[in-house]
């Protein structure tokens, strides 16, 4: 069982909802991610939080507002979404989201939130 | 050029085979490399590490060519459980934040 949660794990909503997903990790990471998973295509990063701060945004559209209310937990705020939004979206975690001198840092997923835009 | 590219697949092989990927990336300054797999509708999850000096994990071999900007993955004595896709991901280089970014995937079809 994965240790990142994700939840819900399914979402249908309509282009004038406003819902949000939500992640949780207790591994003690102090690095948090969002990415975006289109069907028979690789995740796509979205963005990340290191040590609580914003340090990637992938050119994301504003319909999508991400939060960190702290190193534990992770919030994606959908809002005005399009159809073509529709997604698995994955949140991930490490260690400190920050390079090293030996190199990147693997990453744990959660299963994901299925979601549906109509 | 994508950054990190794979054959899709599918690879189909009869079990107890052994099978290769590749994967390629661009960028020459890209320090980190892993493997991931991911079973369908499920999420990806870490595989192993890539080592320069090549590294083996049971029936799994991954190796990297840094001159010619490829990672492979052999594995041996296939199972019917190694059915799943198999994701390249590379640490971008020269950033100091951990982008990872994954290649599209091999599918692998092992068959009884």
């Known amino acids: 069982d994965t240790e990142v949660t994700q939840t819900p794990k399914h979402l249908v909503m309509g282009m004038t909802n406003k819902k949000s997903l939500k992640c949780e990790q207790h591994?003690?990471?102090?690095?948090m991610y969002w990415y975006k998973q289109k069907a028979k295509k690789p995740p796509e990063l979205m963005f990340v939080y290191s040590y609580e701060k914003l340090s990637i945004n992938e050119s994301v559209p504003s319909r999508f507002s991400p939060e960190c209310p702290n190193s534990s937990l992770l919030n994606l705020h959908l809002h005005a979404l399009q159809p073509e939004d529709s997604a698995l979206y994955l949140c991930?975690?490490?260690?400190?989201?920050?390079?090293?001198?030996?190199?990147?840092?693997?990453?744990?997923f959660g299963s994901g939130t299925q979601l549906s835009v109509l | 050029r994508k950054e990190v590219e794979q054959d899709p697949g599918p690879f189909n092989v009869p079990e107890g085979a052994t099978v290769a990927f590749n994967c390629t990336y661009s960028n020459s300054a890209s320090q980190s490399f892993f493997w991931y797999r991911q079973d369908c509708r499920k999420e990806p999850k870490l595989l192993m590490s890539?080592?320069?000096s090549g590294n083996e994990d049971g029936r799994f071999t991954a190796q990297l060519n840094r001159a010619s900007q490829y990672i492979s993955l052999l594995i041996r004595d296939s199972k019917l459980s190694d059915s799943a896709t198999y994701l390249c991901?590379?640490?971008?280089?020269?950033?100091?934040?951990?982008?990872?970014?994954f290649g599209t995937g091999t599918l692998l079809a092992v068959q009884p």
């Open positions: 591994m003690g990471h102090r690095a």
């Open positions: 991930a975690s490490s260690r400190t989201g920050k390079a090293s001198n030996t190199g990147g840092e693997k990453l744990f």
């Open positions: 991901v590379v640490k971008e280089g020269g950033g100091a934040t951990n982008k990872l970014i």
């Open positions: 890539v080592y320069s």
